[in-house]
């Protein structure tokens, strides 16, 4: 199947759902939308400006640096006329109205509107959109996937035709309260495109954490459109993921949607230290989900890798594995580090060493420990070339206190693009900026190249080193 194409388009909507969890600066939205249009996304969604929680300054930049980068701008906002003109004032490809005309949000959210009443609203908006010369018009109906769980899918399927026929060019049918599993997942979508042959988006939410499978099911069945945010963030639990939506799609099924894989890592890293959001150690970027602990896997995985992780990972996402200093410290994974045969008695030893040690420290041994016990214990060079790449890096924390006339938040933008910062904080009190990173074994580490690039801004600075 390597290489089937979809007519499915990802949508993009960290900078509207994903506000919904963290809020981001201006010029931040704008460097994210920047990478996210830089990494193929060809349609990212934010929010219309509600004065007084959002303005124009807020939304007028987002636009602007999509539509210079060739990818389309989708204007989100409430069903409602003033928010239709608002959005028309924006050179914008599309707009995206939304109101529910589910039994439950009529009754405690919409005043007791009927079901025809919601509707009819959804139209109107639908209208005033096409008028105002919108290209792409997307009908969102909030709660939709509640019609099908109560088993009232012929309320949906009525509201879909409808919609189309009044002009939108897509219908969106969200499971807004993360109602449903893959399996009825793929029914649903595929039950609504046999009863209406109409364009359906998808927008799954990750209450039971099935946001991204029930997505990818939604995209094997033929959607036109798939809503995904950076690490998924979004309200509560947040919906599906874009790595998990394309990266599965591309490796297990063949189907390519245009997203440039090779600059996901960067992109996930980028906006973890720009919302403050660290990476879960189960996401399948994380650092961790790169790292071999057991003995019997690391045996094997330092000459085949990819008997214990997926081939297409590696080669695009990681490169190598890397492996930890536990108490399951492998003797091959040792030689490999010293440059011995496997049974050389002197590569058990200190693999017994090695392990017995790290039976005092619960997260490993650190390089600097390694190295130490290696040659005081087993009188053993480490291959320095060879545990850069094998390894984990030492983190450091570095604490700074800047001179009052350099801006923290304008250092802090220039170290979130730096690949071995893994964070930065502005912070209050005997220190302005927080920074984690990994010191690199061979070649410059960032805490000299911090040095070199702020030297005149840092008044003084604590380093701390652990593993």
């Not at 997942?185 to 927008?203: D, E, F, G, N, S």
């Amino acid at each position: 199947m390597t290489g089937l194409k979809t007519e499915t388009v990802i949508l993009d909507s960290t900078l509207r759902e994903g506000e919904l969890f963290r809020v981001l600066k201006p010029q931040t939205k704008v460097a994210v939308a920047e990478r996210l249009a830089e990494a193929g996304l060809r349609r990212v969604e934010l929010t219309v400006d509600y004065p007084p929680r959002t303005t124009r300054e807020d939304v007028e930049p987002v636009v602007k640096a999509l539509n210079d980068r060739g990818c389309k701008a989708i204007l989100h906002c409430r069903a409602v006329k003033s928010d239709v003109e608002a959005a028309a004032k924006y050179d914008a490809e599309g707009i995206a109205v939304y109101i529910s005309p589910t039994k439950l949000h009529r009754e405690h959210k919409l005043r007791g509107i009927t079901y025809e009443e919601a509707v009819e609203r959804l139209v109107e908006a639908v209208e005033a959109a096409s008028a105002a010369g919108f290209r792409y018009i997307r009908a969102t109906v909030e709660d939709a996937s509640r019609f099908y769980v109560d088993g009232e899918l012929e309320k949906l399927v009525e509201a879909v035709r409808k919609l189309a026929e009044h002009g939108a060019t897509l219908v969106s049918v969200p499971d807004t309260a993360g109602l449903l599993s893959p399996a009825l997942a793929r029914q649903y979508i595929k039950k609504i495109k046999q009863l209406t042959q109409k364009p359906l988006a998808a927008h799954f939410h990750n209450d039971y954490g099935m946001a991204s499978a029930n997505t990818v099911e939604a995209v094997l069945e033929g959607v036109e459109e798939a809503h995904v945010t950076i690490m998924g963030v979004g309200d509560r639990n947040g919906i599906a993921d874009l790595y998990e939506v394309v990266a599965v799609l591309e490796d297990v099924h063949g189907v390519s949607l245009g997203v440039d894989r090779r600059r996901l890592r960067e992109l996930y890293g980028f906006f973890s230290k720009v919302a403050g959001l660290r990476l879960p150690w189960r996401h399948p970027l994380s650092d961790e989900a790169q790292t071999i602990r057991a003995g019997v896997h690391q045996a094997m995985a330092v000459s085949r890798p990819d008997g214990y992780m997926p081939r297409k990972k590696l080669e695009t996402d990681f490169g190598t594995p890397i492996f930890h200093a536990g108490v399951y410290i492998s003797h091959r994974l040792v030689a490999t580090l010293t440059g011995l045969e496997p049974d050389d008695p002197r590569v058990r030893r200190a693999t017994e060493m090695l392990a017995t040690r790290a039976r005092e420290r619960s997260n490993g041994l650190s390089l600097s420990e390694i190295r130490k016990v290696l040659a005081e214990e087993a009188g053993l060079d480490l291959d320095m070339s060879k545990a850069a790449g094998l390894l984990k890096p030492e983190k450091v924390f570095m604490l700074v206190k800047l001179n009052p006339r350099f801006s923290a938040e304008k250092i802090t933008s220039t170290l979130a693009a730096w690949e071995d910062v893994e964070s930065v904080d502005e912070v209050y009190g005997d220190a302005d900026l927080v920074v984690t990173g990994k010191i690199s074994l061979t070649g410059e580490n960032f805490v000299e190249r911090f040095k070199q690039s702020f030297g005149e801004a840092i008044e003084y600075m604590r380093i701390l080193v652990t593993d």
